[in-house]
């Protein structure tokens, strides 16, 4: 039976461009795909090819210093062009040139899911450089292998704006869904807690829906976990979302590496908004040539959601492996407005009255990427506890990772938090301060101090 979550702590942004059910076109064939460390959290990359090497689909390409089993994997066969790299010589990407005679696949042993071992299925992960889907909480970390989590969560409820449809993504893939939470639930001795927008009626032994209602972050594992249960020092629980599910399922279902998913195309410089199939890894230009809406302006091009999303421009022109939309808006830079804020608007949204866009609670908005303001010190207004949900005070916590005061930081719940669930909070913020980047950096300083 499916359990009911509601929350009413949240702020659900109405933007235009919502992904209509359209198949778009894919992008064709790409010539250069590349994978970005950067993009894989508490990973220390050292490159097992060289400059010049043929790799198969599938086949190895970087792997963790630290954990030398987590490997990541070549997602389209060819020839490796360039390592590239930048200050102290950390890696910036690898770049892998694709022609139509180097598109071998590497072959793998396919398994049986229900008599498998843990150990079997882990390691069968390892190698096809699908962990990478896995997070670890605490620290929000690719998850360490030789830790087993006392929970999985999973999110099938997507919420932030512009978000793809879960319901239409998951037609004709219950069944690698389904195969994907059998092989999770062996990997824990605890359950397997699958956050839903609507019950899905999954039947999987192990595994428990909740059905989360409410404004976002009501679909993030954030959310799920402080709602169900909270992570407290010492322990381990891992997070994924249910489109890297549907990767893994179809990999145990066919024992081929395949990347691709459908990703929603959305935004209000989109000429037209859908769903295109992608293969992470390709360049962000060959995915929207044609389609942006208008080339002179200057755009935001968003790997993910307009708050928390990758800025992809030149210096990070590769799409992510677990990418499921990309958002585009205006850049806002060209933009000057006689008196600023103080002048009275209709078509500025804001979470006060100080504007009118209260009184249309479902218009739509045209949003650009402007801060609209400077960083300034903290103030205790509560703003931030207005659309945090958790049972956590957020702008003490964040006092605490500034100040870098650890005790204090884990008696408020560092444990528990990823950047991502401070997301709103910095949307709100009047003080205009970077506060995913600030959680991140403490996560990350965190880890080196406790490991």
Known sequence: MTKTIKIKKGLSLNL????SRDVLPAAGNSKVYALVPDFYAGILPKPSVKVGDVVKKGEEVFYDKQYPEIKFVAPMGGTIKAINRGAK???LNIEIACDSDSQEERQFEQIDVDKSSPEEIKKYLLESGLWGFIMQRPYDIVARPNITPRDIFVTANFTAPLAPDVPYLLEGRMDHLRLALKALRKLTPGMVHVSVSRPLNLNVEGVEEYLVEGPHPAGTNGVLINKTEPVNKGEVVWTLKVTDLLVIG???ATAKVDFSRQVAIV??????????KVLPGCPVADLLDGILLDTERKLRIIGGDVLVGTKL???????PLNLDQITVIPE???VS???GWIAPRFNQFSMNHSYFSWLTPRKEYR?????KGGERAMIMSNEYTKVFPFDIYPEQLIKAILAFDIDKMEALGIYEVAPEDFALCEFVDSSKKPLQQIVRQALDLLYKEMN
């Open 367 to 371: 949003l650009d990427a402007r801060i």
């Open 267 to 276: 935004g209000s410089e989109v000429k037209k908004t859908g769903y295109m």
């Open 332 to 334: 806002g830079d060209d």
């Open 337 to 339: 407005e006689l008196f």
């Open 250 to 252: 179809r990999f145990l």
């Open 89 to 91: 010589r950390h890696i």
């Open 16 to 19: 235009k461009g919502e992904a």
């Open 313 to 319: 421009d030149e210096s990070s022109a590769y799409t």
